[in-house]
């Protein structure tokens, strides 16, 4: 089992405010990978918090178990 340190504590507050720079760390992506989701309708769903990128851990978990069982197909066991 991994210990990165990077990954989401399972206690954080659903509402709390990730940065981009947080996200691409949990993701484990760099942060123009990141950038060119968005750009290209990918990725988990950002949005402008002033003139930063932000997400709450709630909407991030959301969107990383989508992509679990989006890869999830008839094959999968």
């Known amino acids: 089992m991994s210990t990165h340190t990077n990954a989401l504590p399972p206690a ?15 993701l484990r992506r760099s942060i123009n990978t990141m950038y060119w989701w968005r750009q290209q309708g990918e990725g988990p769903p950002l949005f402008k918090m ?6 709450t851990v709630g909407d991030l ?17």
């Open 50 to 55: 002033g003139r930063k990128l932000a997400i």
């Open 61 to 77: 978990r959301r969107w990383i178990n989508d992509q679990k069982t989006k890869d999830a197909g008839p094959d999968a066991a």
């Open 12 to 26: 954080v507050d659903d509402d709390a405010i990730l940065t981009l720079p947080e996200v691409a760390g949990i």
